[in-house]
C-alpha cells in the first residue's frame, strides 16, 4: 500500500505532536516551518550557540519546552522537516510553499495546518510611531535575540500574555514602566467559573501580577487607552490612559508592547475554502471543525491556535487528535487504533481547556468599545495609513456595511501584514458606523500570497 501524503503546517506544540503521532503509526509526513527551527512562538527555541538555560527562558513552562523539543530532535530523523519555508496558498489537494526564493508545490492526501496565533490587536492613536511593538514581537527580542525593545518599556493591552511578557522582561533586567490592562479587575463569574477549570494556570497570573507590583511596576486595571505620545524623531515617548477612576495618568516610556490576547492565523483555511463561523463571545470569525479538528474540507484538517485558541497544552492535544483523525480517515490501521483508543481522552482534554478559555475571554474581553469611539485621525491600517475617519467616510458616504467593501474603497488590509493588525478594530469601526452587529460586516477575505513573496521568486517546481 502506497503510504499517505501528509503535510503538516507549524512545528509549534501541534505540529510537533501532530508529527508524533504519525511517525508512530509508521507513516513519515511532510513538516513545513516558516521558523528556522522549531518549537512555535511559546517554545520558541535560541539561536545556535546560545546558552541560556530553559528555566531562565521559558519560566514555569521550562519543562514542557524541554520536552517538546526533545520530541522534536527524536523526530527529526523520521519526518521531512523544511524549516525556513513559507505556505502561501492551498488549493485542492496541494500546499504551496516557498523557501529561499523557490516555489514548490506540495500534493497532499491530508494536510494539518497548525499555522498558530498571532497578536490580536487594538489600535491607539500615536501607536503608528517607532517604538511600538506587538507583545509577540517583544517576546521574540528577548527569546530570540536576549535584548528589550527599549531601555523603558510600557506593557499595554489585555489577556495572560500581556503579564506573561511583561514579568519575562522584569525576570530578564529590564525596565518595566507600567503594565496597562484594559480589562476591569472584578472579574464576572462565568470568568471565575472558566478560570478554576485550570487552577495553576490561574494561580500563576495571581503570581504574575503580584511580582509585577511587588517590584515596583505599576499594573493599573480598567483603564482606557488615550494616547501614545511621541513624534518622528524620537519615536514614542509617552503613553496616556484614563484609570478606572477617570483620572489621566501619564507613563514616560520610549517603548510600547500592545497586545489584546490572540487571534488565530486562519489565512490556509480560508484558502482551503474551508467554511468559518462567528464566535461572539470573542467576537472574530473562526474556521469551523468537528470535535477533532476536521475542517469542511475533505482531507484539511486544523489543530492548536490557528482554529482555536486554547494555549500551548491544548495545541499538543490537538495536534495529536488530528494527527490520528487523518490517519484513520485514511484508512491507516495503526492509525485507526490509536485513534479509537485515544480519541475520548483527547476530546475531553480539549473541552476542559475550552472552558478555561471561555473564562479567559470573559475575563480579558476584546474592548471594541475603544474601536468605535476611536477619534478619526487615528491610524487603524498601519500599512496603508488608513484612518478610523476614512472607514467611516467609506460607510456614511459610500455605503460600505462590509469590510470586503470598505478594503476595496479604502485599501484598508491591504498592506504587508494582510489585515492581521488591522482586520479585527477596522470591522468593529464599519460596524459602530453603520449600527449594526459586528457579525453582520462580515471579515476580511484572504487573498494568496497569505505573507509577500520576493520579487525574484522563482517559479513552482513538484515535490
Request: hydrophobic share 45%; aromatic share 6%; proline share 5%.
Amino acid at each position: 500500500m502506497t503510504p499517505p501524503r501528509i503535510v503538516i503546517v507549524g512545528a509549534g506544540p501541534a505540529g510537533v505532536r501532530a508529527a508524533q503521532a504519525l511517525v508512530e503509526c509508521g507513516v513519515r509526513p511532510l513538516v513545513i516551518d516558516e521558523g528556522q527551527r522549531d518549537g512555535g512562538q511559546i517554545y520558541r527555541r535560541q539561536p545556535a550557540g546560545f546558552t541560556r538555560p530553559y528555566a531562565k527562558l521559558y519560566g514555569t513552562e521550562a519543562a514542557k519546552a524541554q520536552s517538546l523539543h526533545e520530541t522534536f530532535d527524536a523526530l527529526r530523523a523520521h519526518i521531512d522537516y523544511r524549516p525556513g519555508t513559507l505556505a502561501w496558498n492551498v488549493t485542492e489537494g496541494q500546499l504551496h510553499a516557498v523557501h529561499d526564493g523557490q516555489a514548490v508545490t506540495l500534493p497532499y492526501d491530508a494536510l494539518i495546518a497548525c499555522s498558530g496565533a498571532t497578536d490580536r490587536l487594538m489600535p491607539v492613536p500615536g501607536w503608528q510611531r517607532a517604538g511600538c511593538y506587538s507583545l509577540g514581537a517583544a517576546q521574540i527580542a528577548l527569546k530570540a535575540q536576549a535584548c528589550a525593545i527599549g531601555a523603558r518599556t510600557v506593557f499595554m493591552g489585555s489577556g495572560p500574555l500581556l503579564y506573561l511578557v511583561a514579568t519575562q522582561y522584569l525576570k530578564a533586567g529590564a525596565n518595566v514602566a507600567a503594565l496597562l490592562d484594559t480589562a476591569p479587575a472584578s472579574k464576572p463569574w462565568a470568568a471565575l467559573r472558566g478560570l478554576l477549570t485550570r487552577p495553576r494556570l490561574a494561580w500563576l497570573g495571581v503570581r504574575m501580577m503580584a511580582l509585577l507590583r511587588r517590584r515596583g511596576v505599576p499594573v493599573l486595571q480598567g483603564v482606557q487607552p488615550i494616547a501614545i505620545d511621541g513624534d518622528e524623531t524620537r519615536g514614542a515617548t509617552a503613553v496616556r490612559v484614563r484609570d478606572a477612576h477617570g483620572r489621566e495618568r501619564r507613563f514616560e516610556a520610549e517603548a510600547v508592547a500592545l497586545g489584546w490576547h490572540l487571534r488565530a492565523e486562519t489565512q490556509l483555511a480560508d484558502l482551503a475554502r474551508c467554511e468559518f463561523m462567528f464566535e461572539p463571545q470573542s467576537r472574530q470569525w473562526l474556521p469551523r471543525i468537528d470535535a477533532d479538528g476536521r475542517s469542511t474540507v475533505r482531507g484539511v484538517y486544523l489543530a492548536g491556535d490557528g482554529a482555536r485558541i486554547l494555549g500551548a497544552d491544548g495545541a499538543e492535544a490537538a495536534g495529536r487528535l488530528a494527527a490520528l483523525a487523518a490517519l484513520a480517515d485514511l484508512g491507516v490501521d495503526d492509525g485507526a487504533r490509536r485513534y479509537t483508543t485515544e480519541a475520548a481522552d483527547l476530546r475531553r482534554t480539549l473541552e476542559k481547556m475550552d472552558r478555561f478559555r471561555a473564562g479567559l475571554v470573559a475575563a480579558f474581553p476584546w474592548p471594541h468599545a475603544h474601536a468605535a469611539a476611536l477619534p478619526d485621525d487615528t491610524i487603524v491600517c498601519r500599512c496603508e495609513c488608513i484612518t478610523a475617519g476614512e472607514l467611516r467616510a467609506c460607510v456614511h458616504e459610500k455605503g460600505s456595511r462590509e469590510v470586503n467593501r470598505a478594503k476595496a474603497f479604502s485599501r484598508v488590509g491591504m498592506g504587508r501584514c494582510q489585515g492581521r493588525f488591522c482586520g479585527h478594530a477596522g470591522a468593529e469601526i464599519v460596524a459602530a458606523a453603520a449600527g449594526v452587529p459586528i457579525e453582520v460586516v462580515g471579515r476580511l477575505r484572504t487573498q494568496a500570497p497569505v505573507k509577500p513573496l520576493a520579487m525574484d521568486t522563482r517559479e513552482a517546481e513538484s515535490a
